[in-house]
T-cell receptor, first 112, second 114 residues
Framework: EAQVTQNPRYLITVTGKKLTVTCSQN?????MSWYRQDPGLGLRQIYY???????DKGDVPEGYKVSRKEKRNFPLILESPSPNQTSLYFC???????????FGQGTRLTVV | AQTVTQSQPEMSVQEAETVTLSCTYD???????LFWYKQPPSRQMILVIR??????QNATENRFSVNFQKAAKSFSLKISDSQLGDTAMYFC???????????FGAGTRLTVKP
């Protein structure tokens, strides 16, 4: 089954404790992206990648890191989480320049 | 930069009736895609309908149809014969042609009442 898989789906952590949210897709998509969703703001792009070893900042990259060592994986790293990063996070993938995005199930992150 | 505006934070409709969700966007591009995504309480993002800007014909998917007005930069979603399962957050999104960068509106929360 074609899918984008995020883990974990729920995470509560404390300020400053490094965490990684994983994202994997099995559709051989070149494009992958991370979004955060906040009430009244919709989805805002954090980082995206057009191919292996190619990443770029989106609209809200501060406090986040990503890597794209393999085509199927695109982890989101929070080196020192802060409460303002409490949000719902989505990973998405797509064929380069062709189609709409396919989304993972979302990760609800709470930083206390 | 492209912006997408959904001016209706919340809407409600009676079951079996028709409702229209509004979306406007701002772009200088001539070729692009527009989408409506549905997000039910499960949080999953589900593609409802997609429109290519170069196509004049409005896209239709079963009970869902759009009114695409390119000159006015308007892209509304009409849901006919509303069902309880249509209760969800709906997001309008814009994507430049040959560029995967998607821009989303703030969303409209739709409640279908029995």
């Amino acid at each position: 089954e074609a899918q984008v898989t995020q883990n974990p789906r729920y995470l509560i952590t404390v300020t400053g404790k490094k965490l990684t949210v994983t994202c994997s897709q099995n559709m051989n998509h070149e494009y992958m992206s991370w979004y955060r969703q906040d009430p009244g703001l919709g989805l805002r792009q954090i980082y995206y990648s057009m191919n292996v070893e190619v990443t770029d900042k989106g609209d809200v990259p501060e406090g986040y890191k990503v890597s794209r060592k393999e085509k199927r994986n695109f982890p989101l790293i929070l080196e020192s989480p802060s409460p303002n990063q409490t949000s719902l996070y989505f990973c998405a993938s797509g064929r380069r320049g062709v189609t709409e995005a396919f989304f993972g199930q979302g990760t609800r992150l709470t930083v206390v | 930069a492209q912006t997408v505006t959904q001016s209706q934070p919340e809407m409600s409709v009676q079951e079996a009736e028709t409702v229209t969700l509004s979306c406007t966007y701002d772009t200088s591009e001539n070729n692009y895609y527009l989408f409506w995504y549905k997000q039910p309480p499960s949080r999953q993002m589900i593609l409802v309908i997609r429109q290519e800007a170069y196509k004049q014909q409005n896209a239709t998917e079963n009970r869902f149809s759009v009114n695409f007005q390119k000159a006015a930069k308007s892209f509304s979603l009409k849901i006919s014969d509303s069902q309880l399962g249509d209760t969800a957050m709906y997001f309008c999104a814009f994507m430049k042609y040959m560029n995967n960068d998607m821009r989303f509106g703030a969303g409209t929360r739709l409640t279908v009442k029995p």
